[in-house]
């Protein structure tokens, strides 16, 4: 039985491929329909900008979380005091939050294992979180085209207001005496019909597009203290 060369098939796999796709173009053109691979472009680049500002959250809530917690146990190994899990999750929280926010307005942030966050040409951005649903997000993607502008959701805060640091909650552990996670979500009993999450929104006026996400809450993120 004859082997055949498995970059041989590849190759032959991207032309058919290529010409499939060339073919397709040209039967379109000829159909008169215009093909706006700018605007292709930029809903591409609305979509990974969105999974990068959001990969930067997470990144900002982990090395906060760590640097707080270990913040908090070497206070305790010069004091000699008892460790305490309410103290260790207010001291990680807040320095979690406290990262978290130097990302408002699409800031650059670096963090010591130098994750960069970088803003993109012709868009805005906006971190936020609050509290809302599928329906509110497919309405906030089409005001923002019809206003012009990036939105968040109503009654949603910058992600640097206070009330995010709600929002980072570690997983309790079975001896409740260590973290070694977290997940980002909201929880209040007024909003029992709306998830609280972290979110971003996404515009390009240039293009006229659009974007909304946020962090799934069941999202839970390793904390390593080292």
């Not at 796999?13 to 039967?27: A, D, E, K």
């Amino acid at each position: 039985m004859l082997m055949q060369n498995p970059r041989s098939l590849g190759f032959v796999s991207f032309i058919l491929v290529f010409v499939s796709i060339s073919l397709l173009l040209i039967l379109l053109r000829f159909q008169g329909v215009q093909i706006n691979l700018s605007k292709a472009i930029a809903v591409e680049q609305a979509y990974y900008l969105q999974m990068n500002a959001k990969e930067a959250v997470l990144e900002a809530a982990r090395s906060g979380s760590q640097e707080g917690l270990k913040q908090y146990l070497a206070e305790l190994a010069i004091s000699g005091s008892k460790f305490n899990i309410d103290s260790a999750y207010s001291r990680a929280r807040a320095e979690a939050h406290r990262r978290m926010a130097l990302l408002d307005n699409f800031w650059s942030f670096e963090s010591s294992e130098s994750f960069e966050l970088v803003a993109v040409p012709d868009f805005e951005t906006r971190l936020w979180c609050g509290y809302t649903d599928s329906i509110e997000l497919e309405s906030i993607k089409l005001r923002m085209l019809q206003e012009g502008t990036v939105l968040s959701c109503n009654g949603c805060d910058s992600i640097s207001s206070f009330k995010c640091i709600d929002f980072v909650n570690f997983v309790p552990q079975p001896d409740f005496l260590s973290i070694n996670s977290f997940y980002l979500e909201g929880r209040s009993p007024f909003y029992l019909l709306k998830h609280g999450v972290v979110g971003v929104s996404v515009y390009s006026k240039k293009f006229n597009v659009s974007g909304v996400s946020y962090i799934p809450p069941s999202k839970h993120i390793e904390v390593k203290i080292i």
